[in-house]
Each structure stands twice: as C-alpha cells, then as structure tokens.
Nanobody, 121 residues
Framework: QVQLVESGGGLVQPGGSLRLSCAASGSIFSMNTMGWYRQAPGKQRELVATITEGRLTNYADSVKGRFTISRDNAKDTVYLQMNSLKPEDTAVYYC???????????????WGQGTQVTVSS
C-alpha cells in the first residue's frame, strides 16, 4: 500500500552536513507521523526525529540543535538536515511512517530499507 524511498546517505567528514530525503508513495491517511530512526553497530535502533502531519516535531537529545526534520505534505516527503556531524552519528538511518484514519484505532506502520551514513575523516 505504502512504500518509502530514501536518498541522501553517504560518507562525510566530522563537522560536515548531509540531507536525507524520504518520499512516501501511495495513499497517506490524515493522521500520520513520519520520521527517522538509526541503528549503529552493536547498538539497538533508536529514535532520531519525528514530525506529525501538523509539523509537531520530536528529537532525540543527542541530535537536538544539530539535526532538523521537516516535511512537504504535497509531496509526502520528509527530510532530515544533519549538521555538525560526529563520528557517533555513524549508523544506518531508516525512514518511518505510521498513519490511520480519523476515528479508527489501528495504526499502520511502514519502514524504508535504510541508508548508510558514515562520519569519518
């Protein structure tokens, strides 16, 4: 029903910047949240940032002030601007979507395939 297509990952030096994009295809219901999670080697998957259809945002403490999440509702696309990157930001980043109809209790969840972000000199 819904597919998430990611782009923008790659190799960057410490202190540099990257911009991740995730485009959702298919029908997106009125109540929805999109965002990014990441998983580093030897660690569990963790929340990076989320944004609702009303553009209410939430960030992990480790990225506050450095990362900015935004969305283009007309394109069903979410972005993650990553500045002042650190080696500890190295991880596979996964795009995320959950949505439901107003008046229904069941949430539908989707994940992208993941994109590698490597911060190293």
């Amino acid at each position: 029903q819904v597919q998430l297509v990611e782009s923008g990952g790659g190799l960057v030096q410490p202190g540099g910047s990257l911009r991740l994009s995730c485009a959702a295809s298919g029908s997106i219901f009125s109540m929805n949240t999109m965002g990014w999670y990441r998983q580093a080697p030897g660690k569990q998957r963790e929340l990076v940032a989320t944004i609702t259809e009303g553009r209410l945002t939430n960030y992990a403490d480790s990225v506050k002030g450095r990362f900015t999440i935004s969305r283009d509702n007309a394109k069903d696309t979410v972005y993650l601007q990553m500045n002042s990157l650190k080696p500890e930001d190295t991880a596979v980043y996964y795009c995320y979507l959950k949505h439901r109809f107003v008046g229904r209790s069941l949430w539908y969840e989707y994940w992208g395939q993941g994109t590698q972000v490597t911060v190293s000199s």
